[in-house]
């Protein structure tokens, strides 16, 4: 494969407190939502359709 998926630290865009307020509005306090779901649909277009995709959460 020739695409490469580079991993860094975190970088905080000034998002995140928003992205926390909605979870907490929305009751979605849990490893799983439509966040998550909106992130691996975005992952797996990118990858490419024939791919299937995960996000995981540890800690």
């Given amino acids: 494969m020739d695409k490469r998926i580079y991993l860094c630290l975190a ?23 439509p966040n998550v779901n909106a992130f691996e649909d975005e992952l797996k277009h990118f990858v490419g359709q024939d791919k299937e995709v995960v996000a995981l959460s540890a800690g």
Wanted: no cysteine.
């Fill in 11 to 33: 970088h905080m865009s000034g998002k995140e407190q928003g992205f926390i307020k909605e979870a907490f509005d929305t009751n979605w306090v849990v490893p799983l939502g």
